[in-house]
């Protein structure tokens, strides 16, 4: 397995910009597509952006697409969430993860919190009005 540590998370007002780092471990992270998901109190884990083994293809959710920019380095074993004009709801804790399986290319139907097999401890992102 993967083991993931997320970073960069913090307080920041409505229209400011984050950018979320997660680091793994282990010299098979670029086999493995990746993803990011938020938890909001109260609410389900849910969905945000996936990035492919290669960085050739990306996959975003509707409420954060064009605001978010997931991109990844193979040589660093890093990959990335960059937030920008952030809203209020978008106050979550973020959670980076590794596909259950490597080289698979990311289908929409294969992105929910199940079809990850690593996750990192998260980082809180809070959104103030």
């Known amino acids: 397995q993967v083991q993931l540590v997320e970073s960069g998370g913090g307080l920041v007002q409505a229209g400011g910009s984050l950018r979320l780092s997660c680091a793994a471990s282990?010299?098979?992270?670029?086999?493995?597509?990746m993803g990011w998901f938020r938890q909001a109190p109260g609410k389900e884990r849910e969905f945000v952006a996936a990035i492919n083994w290669s960085g050739s293809s990306t996959y975003y959710a509707n409420s954060v697409k064009g605001r978010f920019t997931i991109s990844r380095d193979n040589a660093k074993n890093t990959v990335y969430l960059q937030m920008n004009s952030l809203k209020p709801e978008d106050t979550a804790v973020y959670y980076c993860?590794?596909?259950?399986?490597?080289?698979?290319?990311?289908?929409?139907?294969?992105?929910?919190?199940?079809?990850?097999?690593?996750w990192g401890q998260g980082t809180q992102v809070t959104v103030s009005s």
């Open positions: 282990g010299r098979t992270f670029s086999r493995y597509a």
């Open positions: 993860a590794a596909d259950q399986d490597p080289f698979r290319p990311i289908v929409v139907h294969r992105l929910t919190p199940a079809d990850f097999g690593s």
